[in-house]
């Protein structure tokens, strides 16, 4: 069983930042993606960024430039830095891991509970 504690959402001004966290436990064998969705009122969830384990990172074309991905593989964590914020990335937030539990191996997505993030204008 994998289990993922989020923290860092909140209220922000337009242009502000925020950083995200997320920290994976249990029994984790592996992990070999992690990464950020985001789901406004009304609308799909969507790919934020994601991250691999060998560091390789992939944006939404909304965000590129703006929010920064990364992630510390002896803790599984990952880090979304968000910076210059608009109303429009007002959303709950939620990471995703892509792992391998014990005793199963079989890659497996798990999801956290989400963090609202509100940009006021």
């Known amino acids: 069983q994998v289990q993922l504690v989020e923290s860092g959402g909140g209220l922000v001004q337009a242009g502000g930042s925020l950083r995200l966290s997320c920290a994976a436990s249990?029994?984790?064998?592996?992990?070999?993606?992690m990464g950020w969705y985001r789901q406004a009122p009304g609308k799909q969830r969507e790919l934020v960024a994601t991250v691999t384990s060998g560091g390789s990172t992939n944006y939404a074309d909304s965000v590129k430039g703006r929010f920064t991905i990364s992630r510390d593989n002896a803790k599984n964590t990952a880090l979304l830095q968000m910076n210059s914020l608009k109303p429009e990335d007002t959303a709950v937030y939620y990471c995703?891991?892509?792992?391998?539990?014990?005793?199963?191996?079989?890659?497996?997505?798990?999801w956290g509970q989400g963090t609202q993030v509100t940009v006021s204008s």
């Open positions: 995703n891991v892509r792992a391998r539990p014990r005793p199963t191996y079989i890659t497996t997505d798990y």
């Open positions: 249990g029994s984790i064998f592996s992990i070999s993606l």
